[in-house]
């Protein structure tokens, strides 16, 4: 069985800094795609980065030259290192891996539980 496993998040001051991360574990063949979503209080969950196995990333216009997304393989793990932080990035980012459990089995989507960041003026 997969799992994801989210830290980092928090409470962090306009301007500051923030280092998410998150971690699979278990079974499976191999992770492809690797992704941060935020979901601010009332709004609809939204894409913030994504990295494929290649390492080629994508931003939110929102977050873009702020944030960072990255991979490290080895440690299947995903990060999401957010600078310059805004009162307006504060929700709950939860991390999404597309993985592949057997060789020539389809891709499935895990989502992590989710880790709330608040950023205060």
């Known amino acids: 069985q997969v799992r994801l496993g989210e830290g980092g998040g928090g409470r962090g001051e306009e301007g500051g800094k923030k280092n998410l991360s998150c971690a699979a574990s278990g079974s499976f063949f191999s992770i492809n795609a690797m992704g941060w979503y935020g979901q601010a209080p009332g709004k609809q969950r939204e894409l913030v980065a994504t990295i494929t196995s290649r390492e080629i990333t994508n931003y939110a216009d929102s977050v873009k030259g702020r944030f960072t997304i990255s991979r490290d393989n080895a440690k299947n793990t995903v990060y999401l290192q957010m600078n310059s932080l805004k009162p307006e990035d504060t929700g709950v980012y939860y991390c999404?891996?597309?993985?592949?459990?057997?060789?020539?089995?389809?891709?499935?989507?895990?989502w992590g539980q989710g880790t709330q960041v608040t950023v205060s003026s």
């Open positions: 999404k891996f597309r993985i592949q459990q057997r060789r020539l089995w389809p891709e499935e989507d895990y």
